[in-house]
């Protein structure tokens, strides 16, 4: 069965009376974790489900108890961490515009709900016009194709940093990352080579459409970028990885989370990033942040807060 075949499965399955095998999404109409405008602009989040790492993943350059402390404030607790996966979907007028694919089916087998989410939604991956790519690691970039290597948006745009592409495409990429991380590029490459011939090459600065910009936040990756969403004061910035956990990136944005690969430049993107949002009180979407990820900045103390919100 291909992916394009999806719909026949689901009627078959239904015809055999194997309705309840199926995933919570295909049994009932899904719908987003939450639905907000900004400059006239729908923005909205599905979960990719979660991904489950050690607690050691969050900061590595501090000392057992400091971590532990930090990660049970934020509710904690246990010998691993579920980290939530918020994807973003952006409709401006025609187009429909994903922000990252997801982790599709290879990464972990908490994630890669993305696919049936939508889908319950009533969302056809034919119809998005435009994905873009925050970086490549494996639950924003894998689910670009699906478990038969067809592409799970077939008709849109692909988006990604003239940085981001460069590095994961290099001849010597495998050599430039850990070995217990060798498999990321592996899955970068796979998944970039079967849009290579589509594949649209940005700078921070400039504007997808109108209304979706590209802001640099270079450091969890060498081209990491996150998107800023609206017009004039009215914007969300969708931050990709940027900012990942609701206490460790907002309190201690110093502290060395285990997968920003260029650590000391990604304390500096957090501390500019925090500031400005602070300042500017501008609503935030983060990847990793609790469901729906929706919220803003606060300043607090010598460091900041994260403030959730529904919509």
């Known amino acids: 069965m291909k992916s394009t075949d999806r719909r026949c499965f689901l009627a078959l399955a239904s015809a055999a009376g194997l309705s309840s095998m199926l995933p919570a999404a295909y049994r009932a109409n899904a719908k987003a974790q939450t639905m907000i405008k900004a400059g006239g602009i729908e923005i909205s989040t599905y979960s990719d489900g979660f991904l489950t790492l050690p607690p050691d993943m969050f900061a590595t350059n501090v000392d057992t108890a400091q971590r532990t402390k930090a990660l049970q404030s934020a509710g904690q607790i246990g010998t691993t961490v579920k980290s939530p996966i918020n994807v973003t979907l952006v409709r401006n007028g025609k187009n429909l515009i994903m922000i990252d694919a997801g982790s599709g ?29 925050t970086h490549a690691h494996p639950d924003h970039i894998w689910g670009t194709t699906d478990d038969f290597d067809e592409l799970s948006f077939p008709n849109a745009i692909p988006y990604i940093s003239e940085a981001e592409w460069a590095f994961w495409t290099a001849e010597d990429a495998i050599n430039r990352v850990p070995k217990d991380r060798q498999s990321f590029v592996v899955g970068a490459q796979r998944n970039l080579e079967a849009i290579k011939d589509r594949i649209k090459l940005m700078k921070p600065g400039q504007d997808v459409v109108t209304g979706v910009h590209i802001l640099a936040t270079f450091g969890h990756t060498p081209g990491h970028v996150s998107i800023e969403v609206g017009t004039g004061n009215d914007r969300v910035v969708v931050l990709g990885d940027a900012l990942t956990h609701p206490v460790i990136s907002f309190e201690h944005p110093e502290w060395h989370p285990a997968s920003d690969q260029l650590p000391d430049q990604a304390v500096t993107t957090r501390k500019r990033l925090l500031a400005k949002l602070a300042a500017d009180r501008t609503r935030i979407i983060g990847y990793h942040l609790p469901p729906p990820g929706l919220g803003y900045v606060e300043k607090k103390a010598n460091a900041y807060k994260f403030v959730s919100v529904t919509n």
Do not use: C, H, N, W
């Open 105 to 133: 089916s290879r990464f972990m087998s908490t994630a890669g709900r993305l696919a049936a989410e939508l889908e319950g939604a009533g969302i056809d991956p034919k119809a998005v016009t435009q994905v873009v790519y």
